[in-house]
Nanobody
Framework: QVQLVESGGGSVQAGGSLRLSCAAS????????IGWFRQAPGKEREGVAT????????YYIDSVEGRFTISQDNAKNTVYLQIDSLKPEDSDMYYC??????????????????WGQGTQVTVSS
């Protein structure tokens, strides 16, 4: 059974950085996408970055490219989301999601069956 455990959220001042971690277990092969999504209360869950674990291909939404970096450590079965130059509008609950894909990773939450419990990011101005 696939399990995802996030960590690394917290409260930071604007301009600071955070690195979120998603420890994954239970995959039977490497053809998976692991993505980071964020959600504010009352809003839709938004995909911000994904990585195809087989070859490390990464995908970002336009609004975060240049500040968010998704990466993986295969030895630790962990995917990271480095967030730099944090802005107050980055304050959200961040979730790690995963599923088996045979090609390009999507940013659509409904395409992912497995989810972590979330980690809160709060950015003060």
């Amino acid at each position: 059974q696939v399990q995802l455990v996030e960590s690394g959220g917290g409260s930071v001042q604007a301009g600071g950085s955070l690195r979120l971690s998603c420890a994954a277990s239970g995959f039977t092969d490497s053809r998976n996408c692991i993505g980071w999504f964020r959600q504010a209360p009352g809003k839709e869950r938004e995909g911000v970055a994904t990585i195809y674990t087989r070859d490390g291909s990464t995908y970002y939404i336009d609004s975060v490219e240049g500040r968010f970096t998704i990466s993986q450590d295969n030895a630790k079965n962990t995917v990271y989301l480095q967030i730099d130059s944090l802005k107050p509008e980055d304050s959200d609950m961040y979730y790690c999601a995963a599923d088996r894909f045979l090609g390009v990773c999507t940013m659509v939450a409904a395409d992912y069956r497995y989810w972590g419990q979330g980690t809160q990011v709060t950015v003060s101005s």
